[in-house]
């Protein structure tokens, strides 16, 4: 309950820099609300005193007085709906902006925790739930709860004893909605959470899609689907009992209201306590007595879906940058390329060292190859290079500055990445070269296309470089995406050069080229290139063998080959050398003969919702 509470102030803090807008909207309320509130009390002065009591020349005034005020409340009640709409729509485009701007700043070890899915899921539906509330939530609580206050007080002061009374059921509606947040709190917080399991559920099934269907498996995907689609709908189904029981309950309360008014303003009007119009007025009212009431459990509703969708929102703010800038941080306008690794090691949380007291030294425009079996630590050396880690122990230096000490992003600025799996934006061949400098020319993203070594098939493309490449380059082929990732390289223009497994996904006829390309690019720059392919590192001026987090070789091409360890048994059996002597595991058993018939499981069914 506390941090409901907590999370609900802290909403409606975030709402401080839109307080102008808001104070303007309240004030339109407050005039608005006992305008739209008059003509009950119209309808009341014309059955007592215009037909009553025969004052007939009173009631064309009555009829005009009872429409401008109508219309003046209605006017500032459109104006109100615009001004606090507006204010909302900025606070959630900022709310939006302040969360992508978290995610951004947090490390990868924070992004290679948690589900794309469920992310966006909090980035997206969340908002979009605080957004419902915020717009219609907090202007339908104040809207809803002065027009209840006024009429209250016009029902009381027209007989205290049916107004008091006629207000009577309302405490027992009171009592529904704190027994209804009780029960529904902890329910829309899992209705959310299985919704974000659902979208990340999703979202890895459409990026799998070629590996879903290469190895047959759309049944078993959609039955595994099914089963979360299953766990939201079961969530979501206790949320509808939950509401199903609960608003026709407070409408009951409401009927019950409306049968004491009836009945107790009858009855005085018998004893001739009471006016007929007085009745009519009052049943008048109980529509706008009655009407905030339900607005305001529908409201309440709502707030508790938006508290669930805020807890998961602060999450995502709260959660600590794990590789942040320190304070007084350097900014970097220039460097000359020297890296010193000293003494750094490394793990994931909790796990086992990465990497073990590594300590090299890069000079500035020198190539440094590091290689090594899988899983031994190599592309974890260049995330520490570009500070996406920090070493749990030792220290990394930039021209003689601890990397700690520097503005991440000017670092950054400085260096340039080509990574095994090329990523490109659904975006045109030109935006995507430019996206290594946005300043760029038309005529210097050709220039950079042709280093390379790209150019060529770009002209050929159905619009050249206004071709839209798709969804993470999907209508290019491996080559040609690792050729415009080199290009994007070449124009940014680098003083540090990364590359990770660089040919490692491209096809044999586009590895020359892409190499050629790559030794280009390197020239008069400092680089590390990791790779398991050793003609890509034989010409570096010092080749680095890790293994099991540690450096266990280091010198040469030729050093090394003369030290007849891994690296040159590695070298003589790629380059297809007889007689080497390489240590392999054994063979494991044969598999077993696959069934004959297939094990997926059964799909769910699914309704025909086409026509016809």
Excluded at 186 to 213: H, P, T, W
Excluded at 279 to 307: D, K, T
Excluded at 328 to 334: L, M, N, Q, R, W
């Amino acid at each position: 309950m506390a941090k409901t509470l907590a999370n609900l102030v802290r909403l409606l803090k975030l709402t401080y820099p839109y307080r102008w807008s808001i104070a303007l909207g309240l004030l339109c309320l407050l005039v608005a609300t006992p305008a739209t509130l008059f003509h009950p009390l119209v309808w009341r002065f014309i059955v007592d005193e215009v037909i009553g009591n025969r004052r007939h020349h009173l009631l064309l005034p009555a009829l005009v007085i009872m429409v401008l005020v109508q219309l003046i409340g209605v006017a500032l009640s459109s104006l109100r709906t615009y001004v606090l709409g507006r204010a909302g729509q900025r606070f959630v485009y900022d709310l939006r902006q302040a969360l992508y701007g978290k995610l951004q700043d947090q490390s990868l070890l924070y992004h290679h925790d948690r589900r794309v899915g469920d992310t966006v899921a909090r980035v997206i539906a969340d908002v979009d739930t605080v957004q419902d509330a915020i717009r219609h939530g907090v202007d339908d609580v104040i809207a809803n709860a002065l027009q209840f206050l006024w009429v209250a007080g016009i029902i009381v002061g027209i007989n205290p004893k049916v107004g008091t009374l006629t207000l009577l059921p309302m405490g027992v509606v009171g009592v529904m909605v704190w027994f209804f947040n009780i029960r529904i709190r902890g329910l829309y917080r899992r209705i959310r959470d299985r919704l974000g399991d659902l979208s990340a559920k999703l979202q890895e099934n459409l990026v799998g899609m070629i590996i879903i269907k290469a190895f047959a498996r759309e049944l078993y995907e959609l039955s595994r689907f099914s089963q979360e689609n299953k766990r939201y709908y079961e969530e979501s189904l206790k949320g509808e009992l939950a509401r199903s029981l609960y608003f026709p309950s407070v409408a009951t309360v409401g009927f019950f209201s409306s049968v004491i008014m009836i009945g107790v303003g009858a009855y005085y009007i018998i004893q001739g306590q009471f006016t007929i119009g007085d009745l009519i007025a009052y049943r008048g009212y109980w529509w706008q007595l009655f009407s905030p009431v339900s607005a305001l459990a529908r409201v309440n509703e709502l707030v508790q879906r938006c508290l669930a969708a805020a807890s998961r929102i602060f999450e995502v703010l709260d959660a600590p940058v794990e590789v942040a800038d320190e304070p007084g941080a350097v900014s970097v306008t220039d460097v000359s390329g020297h890296i010193v690794f000293e003494g750094v090691s490394f793990r994931y949380k909790d796990g086992p060292p990465v990497l073990r007291e590594i300590s090299l030294e890069v000079l500035p425009g020198q190539k440094v190859g590091v290689v090594g079996p899988s899983g031994a630590g190599k592309s974890t050396i260049l995330g520490l290079t570009l500070r996406f880690l920090d070493p749990v122990e030792g220290r990394i230096l930039v021209d003689g500055r601890d990397l700690r000490d520097l503005v991440q992003s000017d670092w950054r600025r400085h260096c340039a990445v080509v990574t095994q799996e090329p990523f490109l934006f659904n975006d045109t061949v030109e935006n995507n070269i430019r996206y290594g400098r946005l300043d760029a020319s038309p005529d210097e993203i050709r220039h950079a296309a042709a280093l390379a070594n790209a150019e060529e098939f770009i002209e050929k493309l159905p619009n050249g470089y206004q071709t839209v490449v798709g969804e993470r380059g999907v209508k290019l082929s491996g080559g040609q995406k690792q050729r415009i990732c080199i290009a994007r390289a070449f124009l940014a223009n680098p003083k540090v050069l990364l590359l990770d497994e660089a040919t490692a996904s491209v096809e044999p006829e586009s590895e020359a080229i892409i190499q050629s390309a790559l030794e280009r690019l390197m020239e008069g720059r400092t680089t590390i290139i990791v790779s398991h392919r050793l003609s890509m590192v034989r010409n570096c001026d010092q080749i680095l063998v890790i293994e099991g987090g540690k450096i266990t070789e280091r010198g040469t091409h030729e050093e090394l080959m003369a030290r007849l360890g891994w690296y040159s048994r590695m070298y003589l059996l790629q380059m297809g050398e007889v007689g080497v002597a390489v240590s392999l595991p054994s063979a494991p058993p044969p598999l077993p003969e696959p069934p004959t018939h297939r094990d997926d499981q059964p799909p769910p069914e699914i309704p025909d919702f086409t026509e016809g």
